[in-house]
Protein backbone atom coordinates (compact mmCIF):
# COMPACT_ATOMS: atom_id res chain seq x y z
CA UNK A 1 0.00 0.00 0.00
CA UNK A 2 0.99 3.38 -0.65
CA UNK A 3 1.78 5.80 1.90
CA UNK A 4 -0.40 9.07 1.49
CA UNK A 5 0.13 11.57 3.67
CA UNK A 6 -2.96 14.05 3.92
CA UNK A 7 -2.91 16.92 5.79
CA UNK A 8 -6.24 17.96 7.28
CA UNK A 9 -6.57 21.38 8.51
CA UNK A 10 -9.67 23.21 10.50
CA UNK A 11 -8.96 27.19 10.91
CA UNK A 12 -11.79 28.95 12.55
CA UNK A 13 -12.11 32.18 14.55
CA UNK A 14 -14.32 31.52 17.63
CA UNK A 15 -15.23 34.23 19.66
CA UNK A 16 -17.52 34.83 22.62
CA UNK A 17 -19.50 37.75 24.85
CA UNK A 18 -21.99 37.87 27.65
CA UNK A 19 -24.48 40.75 26.76
CA UNK A 20 -26.68 42.65 29.24
CA UNK A 21 -29.76 41.77 27.76
CA UNK A 22 -32.47 39.61 26.49
CA UNK A 23 -31.98 37.06 23.89
CA UNK A 24 -35.30 38.15 21.81
CA UNK A 25 -33.22 42.00 21.83
CA UNK A 26 -29.74 40.43 20.73
CA UNK A 27 -31.45 38.95 18.57
CA UNK A 28 -33.27 41.45 16.53
CA UNK A 29 -29.62 43.52 17.18
CA UNK A 30 -28.42 40.87 14.73
CA UNK A 31 -31.24 40.07 12.39
CA UNK A 32 -32.78 43.23 11.30
CA UNK A 33 -31.42 46.39 9.84
CA UNK A 34 -32.23 48.71 12.31
CA UNK A 35 -30.64 46.58 15.45
CA UNK A 36 -27.19 45.82 13.02
CA UNK A 37 -27.26 49.89 13.05
CA UNK A 38 -26.79 50.46 16.47
CA UNK A 39 -23.60 48.14 16.91
CA UNK A 40 -22.71 46.64 13.86
CA UNK A 41 -22.40 49.53 11.22
CA UNK A 42 -23.91 52.85 10.36
CA UNK A 43 -26.50 50.94 7.87
CA UNK A 44 -27.77 47.72 6.65
CA UNK A 45 -30.07 46.06 4.30
CA UNK A 46 -31.01 42.62 5.99
CA UNK A 47 -33.91 40.41 5.12
CA UNK A 48 -34.10 37.63 8.08
CA UNK A 49 -34.89 34.95 5.92
CA UNK A 50 -32.70 32.34 4.30
CA UNK A 51 -31.36 33.78 0.81
CA UNK A 52 -31.86 36.98 2.09
CA UNK A 53 -29.23 40.23 2.23
CA UNK A 54 -26.88 39.95 4.83
CA UNK A 55 -25.13 43.60 3.76
CA UNK A 56 -23.79 46.14 6.36
CA UNK A 57 -22.37 49.30 4.97
CA UNK A 58 -19.54 50.47 6.86
CA UNK A 59 -18.34 53.56 5.22
CA UNK A 60 -20.68 54.96 2.79
CA UNK A 61 -18.60 57.75 1.11
CA UNK A 62 -16.80 54.64 -0.49
CA UNK A 63 -18.03 53.28 -4.35
CA UNK A 64 -21.15 50.93 -4.18
CA UNK A 65 -19.56 47.13 -3.87
CA UNK A 66 -16.07 48.58 -1.59
CA UNK A 67 -19.13 49.69 1.30
CA UNK A 68 -18.60 46.75 3.30
CA UNK A 69 -20.64 43.15 3.09
CA UNK A 70 -22.39 43.84 -0.40
CA UNK A 71 -23.20 40.53 -1.83
CA UNK A 72 -23.61 38.65 1.58
CA UNK A 73 -26.33 36.53 2.24
CA UNK A 74 -27.89 34.66 4.91
CA UNK A 75 -27.14 31.29 4.82
CA UNK A 76 -29.78 29.83 8.05
CA UNK A 77 -31.24 30.50 10.67
CA UNK A 78 -32.79 28.88 13.53
CA UNK A 79 -35.43 32.00 15.38
CA UNK A 80 -33.44 32.67 18.39
CA UNK A 81 -30.51 30.78 18.72
CA UNK A 82 -28.64 30.96 15.29
CA UNK A 83 -28.02 33.04 12.22
CA UNK A 84 -25.62 31.71 9.43
CA UNK A 85 -24.32 34.52 6.70
CA UNK A 86 -21.98 34.39 3.76
CA UNK A 87 -19.43 37.27 4.62
CA UNK A 88 -16.74 39.15 2.07
CA UNK A 89 -13.20 40.76 3.10
CA UNK A 90 -12.74 44.46 3.34
CA UNK A 91 -11.71 46.41 0.72
CA UNK A 92 -7.86 46.85 2.07
CA UNK A 93 -7.97 43.07 1.19
CA UNK A 94 -8.44 43.84 -2.75
CA UNK A 95 -6.92 40.21 -4.29
CA UNK A 96 -9.52 38.57 -1.97
CA UNK A 97 -12.33 40.89 -1.75
CA UNK A 98 -14.83 38.80 -4.15
CA UNK A 99 -14.38 35.63 -1.81
CA UNK A 100 -16.44 34.67 1.01
CA UNK A 101 -16.07 33.01 4.09
CA UNK A 102 -19.03 31.55 6.39
CA UNK A 103 -20.28 33.03 9.55
CA UNK A 104 -22.34 31.84 12.26
CA UNK A 105 -23.51 34.09 15.18
CA UNK A 106 -25.16 31.46 18.02
CA UNK A 107 -27.07 32.78 20.55
CA UNK A 108 -27.97 31.47 24.31
CA UNK A 109 -30.15 33.13 27.38
CA UNK A 110 -28.51 33.26 30.24
CA UNK A 111 -31.63 33.75 32.02
CA UNK A 112 -34.01 36.39 31.56
CA UNK A 113 -31.11 39.31 31.09
CA UNK A 114 -28.10 37.84 29.59
CA UNK A 115 -27.15 36.20 26.33
CA UNK A 116 -24.19 34.48 25.47
CA UNK A 117 -23.25 35.16 22.09
CA UNK A 118 -20.74 32.86 19.63
CA UNK A 119 -19.70 34.11 16.40
CA UNK A 120 -17.49 31.41 14.54
CA UNK A 121 -15.94 32.10 11.08
CA UNK A 122 -14.75 28.88 8.75
CA UNK A 123 -13.69 28.55 5.37
CA UNK A 124 -10.06 29.48 5.06
CA UNK A 125 -8.13 28.82 2.72
CA UNK A 126 -4.37 27.95 2.68
CA UNK A 127 -2.95 31.32 1.25
CA UNK A 128 -0.91 33.89 2.08
CA UNK A 129 -3.90 36.79 1.41
CA UNK A 130 -6.59 34.52 2.98
CA UNK A 131 -3.93 34.56 6.15
CA UNK A 132 -4.55 38.53 6.31
CA UNK A 133 -7.75 37.99 6.48
CA UNK A 134 -7.63 35.84 9.26
CA UNK A 135 -5.52 37.88 10.86
CA UNK A 136 -7.86 41.08 10.12
CA UNK A 137 -11.38 39.52 11.38
CA UNK A 138 -9.43 38.32 14.54
CA UNK A 139 -9.52 41.70 15.67
CA UNK A 140 -12.33 42.87 13.87
CA UNK A 141 -14.98 40.30 15.67
CA UNK A 142 -13.69 41.33 18.73
CA UNK A 143 -14.67 44.95 18.15
CA UNK A 144 -18.09 44.07 17.12
CA UNK A 145 -18.63 41.73 20.12
CA UNK A 146 -17.72 44.95 22.33
CA UNK A 147 -20.12 47.50 20.15
CA UNK A 148 -22.56 45.06 21.30
CA UNK A 149 -21.80 44.64 24.67
CA UNK A 150 -21.94 48.47 24.40
CA UNK A 151 -24.96 49.17 22.65
CA UNK A 152 -27.06 47.49 25.51
CA UNK A 153 -25.00 48.54 28.63
CA UNK A 154 -24.56 52.20 27.54
CA UNK A 155 -26.78 52.49 24.65
CA UNK A 156 -26.64 52.39 20.65
CA UNK A 157 -23.51 53.19 18.94
CA UNK A 158 -22.87 56.96 17.96
CA UNK A 159 -21.07 56.85 14.24
CA UNK A 160 -20.06 60.02 14.18
CA UNK A 161 -17.70 59.20 17.11
CA UNK A 162 -18.11 55.37 17.37
CA UNK A 163 -17.23 53.36 20.62
CA UNK A 164 -13.65 51.68 20.44
CA UNK A 165 -12.41 49.76 22.81
CA UNK A 166 -8.86 48.54 23.63
CA UNK A 167 -9.43 44.89 22.06
Same mark, same amino acid.
Given at each position: ??????????? @? +????????? #??????????????????????? $? +????????? @?????? @?????? &????????????? @?????????? #?????????? $??????????????????????????????????????? &???????? &????????? #????????????
Amino acid at each position: MDDIKVKLTVR @E +ICKSALVDA #PLAEVWRAWTTAEGATTFFAPAA $H +IVAEAGGPY @ELYFDL @ELPEGE &RGSEGCTIRELAE @EQYLSVTWNF #PPNLPSIRGE $HTSVGIGMQALGAAQTRVVITQTGWRDDPAWQDGFTYFM &RAWDLVLS &RLQHRFTVG #PIDWADPFTPDV
